[in-house]
């Protein structure tokens, strides 16, 4: 295959730089009116160079195309310069109902709650409204309950290709009494295994109940418990 001339080359990285989402290398292709193989391999030669020279940024294939990033290595400098993405730092209850959602996905409202011992129905609208996670079907096991997933932006945000990218969760498991409660909780044998039902052992889900299961776990004045609520 033949080499890009460095002007191909250059416009190619011109148009990385100017992106704010991932670009496909069909679409890079497209514009600059070149065979989608050769692009393919002039972006990988990119990213692998870049990689090679220690650079301050990276070029990184995430969610179905190619981002420009900044190095990992510079993540300190880069905080003290500016102040957050759109970037707002994420609460420790969005960050733990946005790890569930991840790992379990699809998942209904009253999983999370259940997890996370409170009521998560804010903290997913929050989510929801930030982009990371959406409505991706019903239930047909629990009442129709809504099930979440995350989004595009959920990969993009975190570098991530796709979901296979996510860390192993075994890497993060708690010790065994509390791993039995979230397996109890969320009905899977293992880490990592969808589960199989929303419903309590009287065979009722949360959502025919009408209440969040834990929803009286909630604090009145929005201070989060312990992830599990476990003592």
């Not at 420009?68 to 993540?75: E, I, S, V």
Request: glycine residues 10%; hydrophobic residues 35%; proline residues 5%.
């Amino acid at each position: 295959m033949s080499q890009l001339e460095p002007s191909e080359r250059g416009a190619i990285e011109a148009l990385l730089f100017v992106s704010d989402e991932p670009v496909s290398a069909a679409r890079i292709a497209e514009i600059l009116e070149l065979p989608v193989g050769k692009v393919s391999s002039a972006l990988n030669g990119i990213a692998e160079e870049y990689r090679a020279d220690e650079r301050g940024f990276q070029l990184r294939e995430v969610a179905g195309g190619w981002r420009l990033y900044t190095h990992p290595a510079y993540h300190d400098q880069i905080e003290q310069y500016v102040l957050s993405w759109d970037t707002r730092k994420l609460s420790q209850a969005a960050l733990e109902a946005l790890s569930v959602i991840a790992y379990h996905q699809p998942v209904a409202r009253a999983g999370v709650n259940a997890v996370r011992g409170v009521n998560s129905e804010a903290v997913i609208s929050s989510l929801i409204e930030k982009g990371l996670v959406r409505e991706v079907g019903r239930s047909a096991e629990a009442g129709n309950a809504i099930l979440y997933g995350t989004t595009r932006t959920f990969l993009e945000k975190f570098g991530l290709r796709d979901l296979d990218g996510l860390p192993p969760l075994e890497e993060f498991a708690p010790d065994p009494r509390v791993e039995q409660a979230i397996r109890e909780r969320l009905g899977t044998p293992t880490f990592g295994v969808p589960m199989s039902s929303e419903r309590d052992e009287d065979g009722e889900s949360a959502d025919q109940r009408g209440d969040d299961s834990s929803a009286g776990d909630s604090d009145a004045d929005g201070d989060e418990s312990d992830i599990l609520g476990i003592d």
